[in-house]
């Protein structure tokens, strides 16, 4: 069975940091580019992050350019997404995307 099961999301203040996990099971995970998405209230999904299946090829949203940071391990069947200096305006579901299945979400919440 397919899962993408997303987690660390949280309530940070405008500054801080979190760190959010994607683990992947029931297909293989290496082979797959990962995305990561976000979708704030009353607004589209939109794509913030993607990494290549080797690790070796990232993209970033223009407005998360030099703030977020993605990554992965294959061994685990894990990616990762490192957002530093949030601001209120990150504040959304992020939830994880690969091989056309997409995990739950969790909740991102910026505010002071």
């Known amino acids: 069975q397919v899962q993408l099961v997303e987690s660390g999301g949280g309530m940070v203040q405008p500054g801080g940091s979190l760190r959010l996990s994607c683990v992947a099971s029931g297909f293989t995970f290496s082979t797959y580019q990962v995305t990561w998405y976000r979708q704030a209230s009353g607004k589209e999904r939109e794509p913030v992050a993607a990494?290549?299946?080797?690790?070796?090829?990232?993209n970033y949203a223009d407005s998360v350019k030099g703030r977020f940071t993605i990554s992965r391990d294959n061994a685990e069947n894990t990616s990762y997404l490192q957002m530093n200096n949030l601001k209120p305006e990150d504040t959304a579901v992020y939830s994880c995307?690969?091989?056309?299945?997409w995990g739950q979400g969790t909740q991102v919440t910026v505010s002071s």
């Open positions: 995307g690969c091989a056309g299945y």
């Open positions: 990494i290549s299946p080797t690790g070796r090829t990232t």
